[in-house]
């Protein structure tokens, strides 16, 4: 939003300097982006009188000007303009003048052999628009040329500053000029002169078709006036076209010029509708009950007033005139019915649209205009009327028009039930003031005045105040904390003190967070580097990997910023294949990664989000190469499963691995799922062949995807982690080495929880080390062959005593897994 001190010094009587209001406007919440001091553009630069002008003796498009600029001597100048003549007044730049619109400093020299002894310069060279090809002339621009020597700066409206403010989403106000004099007529007490609203004189109900009465009231309300004797050929006063000028905005003729300043002044858009154009359009006379409402059509053109021609979908508004488009709705009109310099007659239009609505219309046509910056954040009911009538005495003042009735259709009006307003919470959640004999408390006359001066009604109660805010805040002042943050933004929030809490107590993690920053420090110690990634993804299924799991779906957010972001992502494992593909085109050597991150599914009405821990190591990643003569080693199935093992082991967690042949990422023979405390924790295993060729990875790419919130829970129970002692074995340990024939598919964990269980007390470590199967071994069979340390408590074991134990192992296996012994 771009201010103007000119125009706001109009609403407001501030009389600060620009870079003490702008410090004030900062620290309140408006941050000012840039001060821009128009009077820079004309320094040194003064009124001139061509006084003689002559044909340059060696140039034919040169002319050499005697000019007065009030001083004893006259200047000469050579000019290239066409239109420079005798006895015109134009704006002259001095030697030592400096142009920043051009960048440009003027010297004395010589052009074509002749002296020159300033510029004689064109609007465009003052940082000003035009449509003269030429340089300005003062009698063209003001109704009385003062005095040469006069500075021009004055004359032209640039003895102003401008204040370029960024206005949050959350403050729509700020994007009208009376928001920001009531800002900042609280900041500094200075008084208000704003323009008086009154609402329309004569309103009538406006009846249309149902679907668009029904979209009408969604908004919250529709209107339109015919203005009749209209003369838009009529030129748009310097005041007018300055004021717009210095907003950033374009003069377009005075019809347009005059709504535009009424939306820039109170914030609500207006539109004009040439009204013989949509008569010519509709093949009739057009009245209020043809204008409607309706989304438009797959494919449907619509081309504005920028002339742009635009193919729109189905999450577009228009307004219509008999069905036919005549505006995309609080975006932009139609270029057939905009208004022109033979405009007689216009209907305006002043109207409430959805926000949502108008963003969906500004996406759906790529288009992001001042009108729908404005409707995008919400506007006030109460001042859409207001504004039109605002612009209709407008109208009827500069070009003499006459106003009919403005017809509206709107749903009820609600009134809005006050606010409540507690002493204790205000208190609580600012504390005291920083007084120079100490903390002070936050007086009620000083919560009074803030809240009063931003135009709020406040009425006192046991506890504190019933406060009524203001059409003009009510977007954003909605619930109690809203006001408290108001009283603290006027008072300044440096004015507070910095309390401690009371008692003070020392912060801690609990359980599971320890457990997740230990997760991660064991997956980085083992090689692995965290990643992470975006939580919103593309819609597109195509730029799905290709896999079983089709049944996960993509849940589209209500208000994207970008297509290739608008859904909330489904798994963690898409992404990371994709970043292993851009390492890998990278030259990388390897990829191994993980993340942990929320994934989203919807269950019935509702979004379940739950937290995963996935990754995936792809290649290899080795120090040296010496050892394999340069030559890569693929990893092996085991190799990438046992850097799990050993992140499992840390955490005192027992882990198993079962077959499983259902998950379409992985490879049917190389993937399991892995089983904690007896549920299922999550899979690992090989990629599957299709996505390793789809994303131009090696066969050897290994992925994971565990259930986070299981794993923390079997990390966090009482004493996993809690040191103990035990003393060191003085005696000897005894091994035995154990081969049993089983079939092929028996899961070798549950022969060593079996072997566990019956060696008890003496076995103190069993582990598998060999698996065999052949021609040897019957059909279906495999062999596999443990070894199994015992140890006495406080002797060394005899076969005696270690003979009964081994016999029980041997024996339990048999029983529970039909095993033949081969040892």
């Given at each position: 939003?771009?201010?103007?001190?000119s125009w706001?010094?109009?609403?407001?009587?501030?009389e600060?300097?620009?870079?003490?209001?702008?410090?004030?406007l900062s620290?309140?919440?408006?941050e000012?982006?840039?001060?821009?001091?128009?009077?820079?553009l004309?320094?040194?630069?003064?009124?001139?009188?061509?006084?003689?002008?002559?044909?340059?003796?060696?140039?034919?498009?040169?002319?050499?000007?005697?000019?007065?600029?009030?001083?004893?001597?006259?200047?000469?100048?050579?000019?290239?303009?066409?239109?420079?003549?005798?006895?015109?007044?134009?704006p002259?730049?001095?030697?030592?003048?400096?142009?920043?619109?051009?960048?440009?400093k003027?010297k004395?020299?010589?052009?074509?052999?002749?002296?020159?002894?300033?510029?004689?310069?064109?609007?465009?060279?003052?940082?000003?628009?035009?449509?003269?090809?030429?340089?300005?002339?003062?009698e063209?621009?003001?109704?009385?040329?003062?005095?040469?020597?006069t500075?021009?700066?004055?004359?032209?409206?640039?003895?102003d500053t401008?204040?370029?403010?960024?206005?949050?989403?959350?403050?729509?106000?700020?994007?009208?000029?009376?928001?920001?004099?009531?800002?900042?007529?609280?900041l500094?007490?200075?008084?208000l002169?704003?323009p008086?609203?009154?609402p329309?004189?004569?309103?009538?109900?406006?009846?249309?078709?149902?679907?668009?009465?029904e979209?009408?009231?969604?908004g919250?309300?529709?209107?339109?006036t015919?203005?009749?004797?209209?003369?838009?050929?009529?030129?748009?006063?310097?005041?007018?076209?300055?004021?717009?000028?210095?907003?950033?905005?374009?003069?377009?003729?005075?019809?347009?010029?005059?709504?535009?300043?009424v939306?820039?002044?109170?914030?609500?858009?207006?539109?004009?509708?040439?009204?013989?154009?949509?008569?010519r359009?509709?093949?009739?006379?057009?009245?209020?009950?043809?204008?409607?409402?309706r989304?438009?059509?797959?494919?449907?053109?619509?081309?504005?007033?920028?002339?742009?021609?635009?193919?729109?979908?189905?999450?577009?508004?228009?307004?219509?005139?008999?069905?036919?488009?005549?505006?995309?709705a609080?975006?932009?009109?139609?270029?057939?019915?905009?208004?022109?310099?033979?405009?007689?007659?216009i209907w305006l239009?002043?109207?409430?649209?959805?926000?949502?609505?108008?963003?969906?219309?500004?996406?759906?046509?790529?288009?992001?205009?001042e009108?729908?910056?404005?409707?995008?954040k919400?506007?006030?009911?109460?001042?859409?009327?207001?504004?039109?009538?605002?612009?209709?005495?407008?109208?009827?003042?500069h070009?003499?028009?006459?106003?009919?009735?403005?017809?509206?259709?709107?749903?009820?009006?609600?009134?809005?039930?006050?606010?409540?307003?507690?002493?204790?919470?205000?208190?609580?959640?600012?504390?005291?003031?920083?007084?120079?004999?100490g903390?002070?408390t936050?007086?009620?006359?000083?919560?009074?005045?803030?809240?009063?001066a931003?135009?709020?009604?406040l009425t006192?109660?046991?506890?504190?105040?019933?406060?009524?805010?203001?059409?003009?805040?009510?977007?954003?002042?909605?619930?109690?904390?809203?006001?408290?943050?108001?009283?603290?933004?006027?008072?300044?929030?440096?004015?507070?003190?910095?309390?401690?809490?009371?008692?003070?107590?020392?912060?801690h993690?609990?359980?599971?967070?320890?457990a997740?920053?230990r997760?991660?420090?064991?997956?980085?110690?083992s090689?692995?580097?965290?990643?992470?990634?975006?939580?919103?993804?593309?819609?597109?299924?195509?730029?799905?990997?290709?896999?079983?799991?089709?049944?996960?779906?993509?849940?589209?957010?209500?208000?994207?910023?970008?297509?290739e972001?608008?859904h909330?992502?489904?798994?963690?494992?898409?992404?990371?294949?994709?970043?292993?593909?851009?390492?890998?085109?990278?030259?990388q050597?390897?990829?191994?990664?993980?993340?942990?991150?929320?994934?989203?599914?919807?269950e019935?009405?509702?979004i379940?989000?739950?937290?995963?821990?996935?990754g995936?190591?792809?290649?290899?990643?080795?120090?040296?190469?010496?050892?394999?003569?340069?030559k890569?080693?693929?990893?092996?199935?085991?190799?990438?499963?046992?850097?799990?093992?050993?992140?499992?082991?840390?955490?005192?967690?027992e882990?198993?691995?079962?077959?499983?042949?259902?998950?379409?990422?992985?490879?049917?023979?190389?993937?399991?799922?892995?089983?904690?405390?007896?549920?299922?924790?999550?899979?690992f295993?090989?990629?599957?062949?299709?996505?390793?060729?789809?994303f131009?990875?090696?066969?050897?790419?290994?992925?994971?995807?565990?259930?986070?919130?299981?794993?923390?829970?079997?990390?966090?129970?009482?004493?996993?982690?809690s040191?103990?002692?035990?003393?060191?074995?003085?005696?000897?340990?005894?091994e035995?080495?154990?081969?049993?024939?089983?079939?092929?598919?028996?899961?070798?964990?549950?022969?060593?929880?079996?072997?566990?269980?019956?060696?008890k007390?003496?076995?103190?470590?069993?582990?598998?080390i060999?698996?065999?199967?052949?021609?040897?071994?019957?059909?279906?069979?495999?062999?596999?062959?443990?070894?199994?340390?015992y140890?006495?408590?406080d002797?060394?074991?005899?076969?005696?005593?270690?003979?009964?134990?081994?016999?029980?192992?041997?024996?339990?296996l048999?029983?529970q897994?039909?095993a033949?012994?081969r040892?």
């Amino acid at each position: 939003m771009r201010v103007s001190l000119s125009w706001l010094q109009d609403l407001v009587q501030v009389e600060e300097p620009a870079d003490q209001l702008a410090e004030r406007l900062s620290m309140a919440g408006f941050e000012v982006e840039e001060i821009e001091d128009l009077s820079l553009l004309a320094q040194g630069v003064v009124v001139g009188r061509v006084l003689e002008r002559v044909k340059h003796p060696d140039a034919d498009k040169l002319s050499v000007c005697q000019v007065d600029v009030g001083r004893e001597a006259t200047l000469q100048i050579v000019c290239g303009a066409a239109n420079v003549r005798d006895g015109i007044h134009v704006p002259v730049a001095t030697v030592g003048a400096v142009l920043p619109a051009v960048n440009l400093k003027i010297k004395s020299g010589e052009l074509r052999g002749v002296a020159s002894e300033g510029m004689i310069c064109s609007l465009k060279e003052l940082g000003q628009s035009s449509d003269v090809d030429g340089i300005a002339i003062l009698e063209d621009l003001l109704d009385s040329v003062p005095v040469p020597g006069t500075p021009v700066a004055a004359l032209l409206g640039l003895d102003d500053t401008v204040l370029d403010l960024a206005i949050t989403a959350n403050r729509p106000d700020g994007l009208s000029m009376t928001g920001i004099a009531r800002e900042v007529s609280a900041l500094t007490g200075a008084a208000l002169n704003l323009p008086e609203l009154q609402p329309p004189q004569s309103i009538a109900s406006l009846k249309t078709d149902p679907v668009s009465t029904e979209a009408m009231r969604a908004g919250g309300l529709y209107g339109v006036t015919e203005l009749c004797k209209v003369d838009a050929a009529k030129p748009s006063p310097t005041w007018l076209r300055q004021r717009l000028e210095r907003a950033g905005m374009n003069s377009v003729n005075i019809v347009v010029d005059l709504t535009n300043l009424v939306m820039l002044e109170q914030g609500q858009p207006l539109h004009a509708f040439d009204a013989d154009a949509l008569d010519r359009l509709c093949g009739g006379p057009v009245t209020a009950a043809d204008f409607g409402l309706r989304q438009a059509q797959e494919a449907e053109l619509f081309t504005g007033l920028d002339g742009r021609e635009l193919s729109l979908d189905a999450r577009a508004q228009l307004v219509t005139c008999r069905n036919l488009p005549v505006a995309l709705a609080g975006v932009m009109g139609s270029e057939a019915s905009g208004v022109t310099a033979g405009t007689t007659r216009i209907w305006l239009e002043s109207a409430l649209f959805s926000p949502t609505a108008v963003r969906n219309s500004s996406r759906s046509g790529g288009l992001r205009t001042e009108a729908s910056s404005r409707y995008e954040k919400g506007l006030p009911r109460e001042v859409t009327l207001a504004a039109a009538q605002r612009a209709i005495l407008l109208i009827t003042d500069h070009l003499g028009a006459t106003a009919g009735s403005t017809f509206v259709c709107s749903e009820p009006a609600r009134a809005e039930p006050p606010l409540m307003l507690r002493r204790a919470a205000v208190h609580q959640l600012l504390g005291a003031l920083a007084g120079e004999a100490g903390p002070e408390t936050l007086d009620d006359v000083v919560i009074e005045r803030c809240l009063t001066a931003l135009g709020c009604d406040l009425t006192a109660t046991e506890t504190g105040w019933s406060v009524k805010v203001p059409p003009s805040r009510s977007c954003d002042l909605l619930r109690e904390v809203d006001l408290i943050e108001e009283v603290a933004r006027l008072v300044g929030f440096d004015r507070f003190e910095s309390l401690l809490p009371d008692p003070l107590e020392p912060g801690h993690l609990t359980p599971a967070q320890q457990a997740e920053r230990r997760l991660r420090m064991l997956f980085c110690a083992s090689g692995l580097q965290e990643v992470t990634a975006l939580s919103l993804t593309s819609p597109d299924p195509e730029a799905r990997p290709v896999s079983a799991d089709s049944d996960e779906i993509r849940i589209p957010i209500s208000n994207p910023l970008l297509a290739e972001t608008s859904h909330l992502r489904a798994n963690l494992w898409e992404e990371h294949l994709r970043i292993c593909q851009r390492n890998l085109q990278s030259s990388q050597p390897g990829c191994w990664m993980f993340e942990i991150g929320n994934v989203f599914a919807l269950e019935g009405d509702s979004i379940q989000q739950s937290a995963r821990l996935g990754g995936v190591i792809c290649a290899e990643r080795r120090l040296e190469r010496w050892t394999s003569s340069g030559k890569p080693v693929p990893l092996t199935y085991f190799t990438a499963r046992g850097l799990l093992t050993r992140i499992f082991q840390a955490l005192k967690l027992e882990v198993v691995d079962r077959p499983f042949k259902d998950d379409g990422r992985l490879h049917p023979g190389r993937a399991a799922q892995l089983v904690l405390e007896g549920r299922a924790l999550g899979n690992f295993g090989q990629l599957h062949p299709l996505l390793c060729e789809q994303f131009d990875l090696p066969d050897h790419t290994f992925l994971f995807d565990l259930e986070l919130s299981r794993l923390l829970e079997a990390a966090t129970r009482t004493n996993r982690w809690s040191p103990a002692f035990k003393p060191f074995s003085i005696v000897p340990a005894m091994e035995r080495d154990l081969a049993v024939v089983v079939k092929r598919d028996q899961h070798c964990a549950d022969l060593l929880q079996a072997i566990r269980k019956a060696g008890k007390p003496l076995l103190e470590s069993v582990e598998l080390i060999d698996r065999f199967e052949g021609e040897q071994l019957g059909e279906n069979e495999c062999s596999q062959a443990f070894r199994i340390r015992y140890r006495g408590k406080d002797s060394t074991l005899t076969d005696d005593q270690l003979q009964p134990v081994h016999e029980k192992v041997r024996q339990a296996l048999v029983k529970q897994f039909n095993a033949e012994l081969r040892s």
